[in-house]
C-alpha cells in the first residue's frame, strides 16, 4: 500500500502542477495553448467556468475513446475531474497576476510551459494512465493509421480554429506552446531520466484488483 499511495500522491502532485502551469499560461496574456484556447473560448461562448468546461470536454472525450475500445486508467477519471477543480480555485483566488507587459507575458508563458512539463512528469510517473486527451490522440492514430504526432497536430489544430471562432485567444503564445511543450517535456524527462515509454500504465480493473489484493493480505 505504500508503493500504491506514493503514485497517488504523484498523481494528484502532477495534477496541481498541469493546472497551475495552464493558469500561469494563460494569465502570460499573449496567446494560449492549443487546448485552452479551445477552453476558454469555449467558457466565454456558454457562461461556464474554465474549469468547469475542461471537466466537460474532458468527460466527452472520456466517453468517446471508452467507446473506440481506449482502456481507461484511474489516472483519468482523476486528472479530468481535479485539472478542472484547481483551475478555477487558482483563477478565482487571483493567485496569478496577469501579465501586463509582452516581456513579463512571455517570462510567464515559459515558465508555465515548464511547471507543465514537471507537473507530465509526476503525473505519467505514477503509471495510473493517460489523460482523456491524450487518448484522442491514439484513438485517431489506430483508426487512421497516421502518424501520432501528425494526429497530434491535427487535433491541436482543429481544437485551437475552433476556439478561436469562439473567442479565445490566439497569438504568438499559441505557437510557442506549440513548439516549446515538446522541448520543456524532453528537458525535463531527461533531467530525471524518466522514459514515459517504459511506464506500464494500469487500467481501473489492475488498480482495483491490486488494491483488493494489497488489502487482502
Not at 457562461?47 to 466517453?63: F, K
Request: proline share 2%; aromatic share 12%; charged share 10%.
Amino acid at each position: 500500500m505504500k508503493t500504491f499511495f506514493t503514485r497517488f500522491l504523484n498523481l494528484f502532485f502532477g495534477t496541481f502542477l498541469y493546472a497551475l502551469g495552464i493558469v500561469v499560461s494563460i494569465m502570460a496574456s499573449i496567446g494560449y495553448a492549443p487546448w485552452e484556447v479551445f477552453h476558454v473560448g469555449l467558457a466565454h461562448t456558454v457562461g461556464l467556468s474554465i474549469g468547469a468546461v475542461t471537466i466537460i470536454v474532458g468527460i466527452i472525450i472520456l466517453i468517446f475513446v471508452t467507446a473506440c475500445g481506449e482502456k481507461i486508467g484511474v489516472g483519468a477519471i482523476f486528472s479530468l475531474i481535479l485539472t478542472g477543480v484547481f483551475i478555477d480555485l487558482l483563477m478565482a483566488k487571483d493567485l496569478i497576476p496577469k501579465a501586463e507587459s509582452f516581456a513579463l507575458g512571455l517570462v510567464m508563458l515559459l515558465t508555465g510551459l515548464f511547471i507543465i512539463a514537471l507537473g507530465s512528469y509526476f503525473y505519467m510517473k505514477s503509471a495510473f494512465g493517460v489523460g482523456p486527451r491524450d487518448n484522442l490522440m491514439v484513438v485517431m492514430n489506430r483508426k487512421t493509421k497516421l502518424p501520432i504526432g501528425l494526429c497530434r497536430s491535427i487535433v491541436e489544430l482543429t481544437v485551437t480554429l475552433a476556439g478561436w471562432v469562439l473567442g479565445g485567444m490566439v497569438g504568438i503564445g499559441t505557437l510557442i506552446s506549440v513548439l516549446g511543450i515538446g522541448v520543456f517535456i524532453q528537458t525535463v524527462f531527461t533531467v530525471f531520466r524518466f522514459d514515459p515509454a517504459s511506464v506500464e500504465h494500469e487500467t481501473i480493473t489492475q488498480t482495483y484488483r491490486a488494491i483488493t489484493k494489497a488489502y487482502r493480505k
